[in-house]
């Protein structure tokens, strides 16, 4: 895997370390209700991603290239918000949106499109539907305009988060992954619109539009030394140059600027379908064993200080698109959902 297109992804899912920290207040401070006990009912399957419809919209950032930047703070941050989402409008928003190294900022003010609500400026688009569909559409034309920017320090993405287990306004206790008996993901993905645009300079390790999804594997044990460690455990739906992005199994990397793990769940697992081709492709599956296998791989690498799998929650996760291409595409998510049984 490349590890300059995953820049950005590693920036955002930072968020979920820092998010051991006192998480500070949006504008609106009435929260969502949620299940805070997700361990209560899990035997029968309990649903881990709240508000999977993004019915409660964004907390989004403005766009920035590092975490210390004016643009990153916490105070700088501002909602969108659907207005026709009922009482969904008058809590703060469980998800956040990241818009690394982009052009410009996604607008407070959105318009309604084909049954859903939109935000758009020239270079993407964010679109979420009553159904729970998302789309986002990126130019990487206008982003880096018409030249490919390899030195560029963030590239950009479009990437929506939420802690889960990690400590938060909407942090629920999943219990540890050694409890787990399954760990069932599902997400619909579709390629609306792709075209890689290639231009002369164009270098197939370089350049590049993905769509991955990143659950962190987090030690939420404050009593053990890797206390606030994590793996990134990656399922990628979209690469557009492959089919199947992730054929091997226990294929990982090690981030340079961080020193964490990313481990990849292989895409064969998941689907047979090809997302290339512009329909719908259901990923779907346990993912429980690739969560424990990121930990145990890790620990013995040496990147952990805890291979005790009770040691680990599920501590967040993201969605989204990472360009480093010109590519102009438009992608679709729906039916995001990661359910654990104990």
């Known amino acids: 895997m490349i590890t300059s297109v995953r820049s950005a992804v590693l920036k955002l899912l930072l968020g979920a370390v820092l998010s051991i920290l006192p998480a500070a207040m949006a504008s609106s401070e009435q929260l969502l209700e949620v299940n805070r006990n997700l361990q209560a009912d899990a035997s029968r399957g309990v649903e881990l991603i709240a508000d999977n419809k993004f019915q409660a919209g964004f907390l989004a950032k403005p766009p920035c290239n590092d975490l210390a930047e004016k643009g990153c703070r916490e105070d700088s941050r501002y909602e969108l918000k659907m207005p026709e989402a009922g009482r969904a409008t008058e809590v703060k928003p469980v998800w956040e949106l990241g818009q690394w190294g982009s052009r410009s900022s996604l607008p407070v003010e959105g318009t309604k499109q084909s049954g859903g609500y939109a935000w758009a400026t020239a270079e993407k688009r964010l679109a979420v539907y009553p159904d729970g569909r998302i789309e986002m559409a990126v130019n990487g034309e206008s982003e880096f305009q018409g030249a490919y920017r390899d030195e560029q320090p963030a590239k950009p993405s479009l990437i929506a988060g939420q802690t889960i287990a990690a400590p938060g306004d909407y942090s629920r206790d999943t219990g540890s992954i050694a409890d787990m008996k399954r760990l069932e993901f599902n997400v619909e993905f579709r390629l609306s619109y792709g075209d890689q645009n290639r231009k002369r300079g164009y270098n197939r390790d370089r350049h590049a539009l993905i769509a991955p999804i990143n659950f962190t594997i987090q030690n939420l044990n404050t009593k053990s030394e890797g206390y606030g460690q994590l793996v990134w455990l990656q399922i990628n739906p979209y690469d557009d140059r492959l089919e199947v992005p992730v054929m091997k199994e226990d294929q990982s990397m090690i981030d340079p600027k961080s020193s964490m793990a990313i481990f990849f769940v292989p895409t064969a697992s998941l689907t047979r379908g090809n997302t290339h081709s512009g329909d719908w492709v259901r990923l ?59």
Not at 301 to 325: A, F
């Open 284 to 342: 779907h599956g346990d993912i429980l064993r690739f969560a424990r296998r990121s930990i145990q791989q890790s620990f013995n690498k040496g990147v952990l200080k805890s291979g005790d799998l009770s040691d680990y929650k599920i501590g967040g996760v993201n969605i989204g698109y990472e360009l480093s291409g010109l590519n102009v595409a438009t992608i679709e998510f729906r039916g995001l959902s990661l359910t654990m049984f104990n």
